[in-house]
């Protein structure tokens, strides 16, 4: 009967045979490159542990330095605010799996909860103040007038606007007008019986 060996021999053999020399240091030099970034922490796990096989790294201590280096730095935080940190490389994997997912999940909550808090939002219309001072001189035909014409609605001129109008500064409103005759008028009054 034909002895055969254990997995090991038959991995460090197929390792000689299969795997050039120099892999384990062009895999160490992509794991160190290796970030996670904006993907998902599983995208990132599955990339980690496809490069350590073929560096055949073993040691726990090692595995966990080198993930993190590429962890998204939350992540890592998490992990360390937790208290006890698994020594286990396994076990450190299932342990930020559930801290991503406590982390993803909480912002899907918030997400979900100012979705539905804005959700049957409607902004009540503008009531118009009845005692407030309309310093607007034109009624809403004149305005609805204007527009259709592209008029200016100071001058009643083609080519610019009222916040850009010329005589602008020039033509006072005609409500001012008659505000300040009325105050011309009081104070001639008041002028007149001080005599």
Not at 93 to 119: C, E, F, P, Q, W
Request: with cysteine.
């Amino acid at each position: 009967m034909a002895k055969y060996g254990t997995w090991a021999d038959f991995e460090k053999e197929f390792r000689e045979m299969f795997i050039p020399t120099n892999a384990s240091i062009v895999m160490l030099n992509k794991i160190q490159k290796l970030k996670q970034l904006g993907r998902s922490l599983m995208s990132y796990v599955a990339e980690f542990h496809s490069l350590v096989a073929v560096a055949n790294i073993k040691e726990s201590y090692v595995l966990i330095h080198m993930f993190n280096l590429g962890l998204n730095d939350n992540l890592v935080r998490a992990v360390h605010l937790m208290g006890e940190i698994p020594t286990n490389f396994d076990k450190y994997i299932t342990t930020v799996t559930k801290i991503d997912s406590n982390i993803n999940h909480g912002k899907t909550t918030i997400a979900l909860t100012n979705a539905n808090r804005y959700r049957n939002y409607r902004p009540q219309p503008k009531k118009k103040d009845d005692d407030a001072m309309d310093v607007d001189c034109l009624n809403k035909e004149e305005r609805a007038d204007c527009m259709a014409k592209g008029l200016c609605f100071i001058c009643k001129k083609r080519g610019h606007r009222a916040n850009s109008c010329p005589d602008k500064k020039k033509k006072v409103p005609v409500r001012q007008e008659k505000i300040k005759e009325e105050d011309d008028e009081m104070e001639n009054r008041c002028l007149a019986e001080d005599f």
